[in-house]
């Protein structure tokens, strides 16, 4: 099994509705992380959890909201789709201050 | 001005030759630096991590220049397999990494 699992792996939604985006990871690690990635633009952080009870907000988290529901699950919610929120998300995790990131194998999203 | 900053290419390159290509970072107090490669449409995957006295793996060649606020990657004897992206990756302070858009890199026969 993949350490970082995503789900669903492709998505086409309607604008309006409502999405999540699962990940669930078997490394043990306390970081996640959720990017979003558009042509030329690179990985964006969308939120980050440290842990359970923390989670805040990166550079795009506009139109997102995220739940930690356990140290190894981390979900992002889009409440109402809308098509520029069409992208590919990665879920990532990470040990510590050191470590690079591992990143799951990611969600092609398209909002229409 | 953008936080991580490369050349997208593509980079055009016979097989069995040498690329290098760099990147530049604007916050002096970034601490840690990467370089990942990405496969298209699949996740990013940690080449090497990017160190002050420079560092090998392999035919891969990482070089940290903190005066000028670079890092550049070098590729010997490259193969077909290294066709990819090369994303440069820069940590910031408290475990963010700030990601640049990419250097695309292109192996020909």
């Known amino acids: 099994d993949a350490d970082v699992t995503q789900t669903p792996r492709n998505r086409i939604t309607k604008t309006g509705k409502r999405i999540m985006l699962e990940c669930s990871q078997t490394?043990?690690?306390?970081?996640m992380y959720w990017y979003r990635q558009d042509p030329g633009l690179g990985l964006r952080l969308i939120y980050y959890?440290?842990?359970?009870?923390?989670?805040n907000k990166g550079e795009i988290s506009d139109g997102y909201s995220v739940s930690r529901q356990a140290q190894a699950k981390f979900s992002l919610s889009l409440e109402s789709a809308i098509p520029n929120q069409t992208a590919l998300y990665f879920c990532a995790t990470s040990g510590g201050l050191e470590d690079g990131y591992t990143f799951g194998s990611g969600t092609r999203l398209t909002v229409v | 001005r953008k936080e991580v900053e490369q050349d997208p290419g593509p980079f055009n390159v016979p097989e069995g030759a040498t690329v290098a290509f760099n990147c530049t970072y604007s916050?002096?107090?970034?601490?840690?630096f990467f370089w990942y490669r990405q496969d298209c449409r699949k996740e990013p995957k940690l080449l090497m991590s990017?160190?002050?006295s420079g560092n090998e793996d392999g035919r891969f060649t990482a070089q940290l220049n903190r005066a000028s606020q670079y890092i550049s990657l070098l590729i010997r004897d490259s193969k077909l397999s290294d066709s990819a992206t090369y994303l440069c990756v820069v940590r910031m302070g408290w475990g963010k990494l700030q990601f640049g858009a990419g250097t695309q890199v292109v192996v020909t026969p």
């Open positions: 490394k043990g690690h306390d970081r």
């Open positions: 916050n002096s107090a970034s601490q840690s």
């Open positions: 990017v160190y002050s």
């Open positions: 959890s440290f842990d359970v009870k923390d989670i």
